[in-house]
């Protein structure tokens, strides 16, 4: 498919959702300490022998690392957890576990490097949107954002071998020179990658959102701009969302059209 024939299917599939800022309009506005979680998009993808980090793009993708679920099976997605000792009546908020139906990766995706490094998870059902489960903003129409100076903040698991932390806790980083990442993990990035990280504290935990605050019509919302590949210590690699944008938006909203035809 030509790129213009694809841009004029994007378009139409769009205006027949009536979305033209972002892949899912339902992406919280002002999502701040007064809320019930910080990150209701936020995902704990489980495997049978590891976890990773993920989080939620639309009612049923779940996006992550591809190098975390590359000719994986049995995968399934945590949602909703947050940390229920700082609110009360947290039973009216129950996390949820779903099982992931299919999973997409590019085409391009080797496992030998960090390129391509992005998976859809389509889950085997639509996730019901409540105060603790929402997805995360992913701004379609790019010249909009500036990710040249503000800082992420960014949710990780605190993942490890042997313990997962009970629900995400935020963190802190930076953007840092592609170079930095050339020296430190020993490979050659390109503009579909970001840098970022932390000057002391460890950032890497693969599929983890790389997530900036940004403000659209004077409201402030969270954004996915990268998701982790890679990382050594407190440098970390993350995919450019910005450059996988028709990818997502061609998976996620063909399927959508696909199953409303359907029933
Ligand atoms: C993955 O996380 C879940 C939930 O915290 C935990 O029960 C499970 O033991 C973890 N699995 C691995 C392999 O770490
Ligand atoms: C994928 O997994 C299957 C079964 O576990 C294995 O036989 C195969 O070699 C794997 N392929 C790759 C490319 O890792
Ligand atoms: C971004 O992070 C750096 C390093 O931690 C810090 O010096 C700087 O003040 C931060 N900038 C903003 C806008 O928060
Ligand atoms: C945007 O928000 C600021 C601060 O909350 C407020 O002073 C300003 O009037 C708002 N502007 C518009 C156009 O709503």
């Given amino acids: 498919m030509t790129s213009v ?14 979305s033209a800022y972002f892949l899912d309009p339902n992406c919280p506005i002002d999502p701040d300490h007064n809320s019930v979680s910080p990150f209701p998009w936020m995902a704990l993808v489980m495997l049978p022998d590891k976890n990773c980090s993920g989080t939620l793009i639309y009612k049923n993708f779940v996006i992550t690392s591809a190098n975390c679920v590359f000719n994986q099976s049995q995968i399934k997605v945590l949602l909703g957890e947050f940390n229920r000792k700082l609110k009360k009546n947290t039973f009216e908020f129950p996390n949820k576990e779903i099982l992931v139906r299919s999973v997409y990766t590019p085409s391009h995706y080797n496992e030998n490097n960090y390129k391509n490094d992005i998976a859809l998870l389509q889950l085997t059902e639509n996730v019901l949107y409540e105060a603790h489960i929402r997805p995360i903003c992913i701004w379609l129409i790019g010249f909009y954002i500036d990710t040249g100076k503000q800082n992420f903040t960014t949710p990780l698991w605190y993942l490890t071998k042997k313990w997962t932390f009970p629900f995400p806790k935020r963190t802190l980083f930076s953007k840092l020179e592609l170079d930095l990442c050339e020296h430190s993990l020993g490979i050659n990035p390109d503009k579909s990658q970001i840098c970022a990280g932390h000057e002391v504290k460890l950032c890497v935990e693969a599929g983890s959102p ?54």
């Fill in 210 to 263: 790389l997530v900036q605050k940004i403000t659209f019509n004077n409201r402030s919302r969270h954004a996915l701009v990268g998701i982790q590949s890679y990382g050594v210590s407190n440098t970390c690699l993350y995919t450019n969302i910005e450059s996988y944008l028709e990818w997502i938006v061609g998976i996620v909203l063909k399927v959508e059209i696909i199953v409303n035809n359907i029933f």
């Fill in 5 to 18: 024939v694809f841009g004029v299917l994007i378009s139409c599939l769009l205006i027949h959702l009536g």
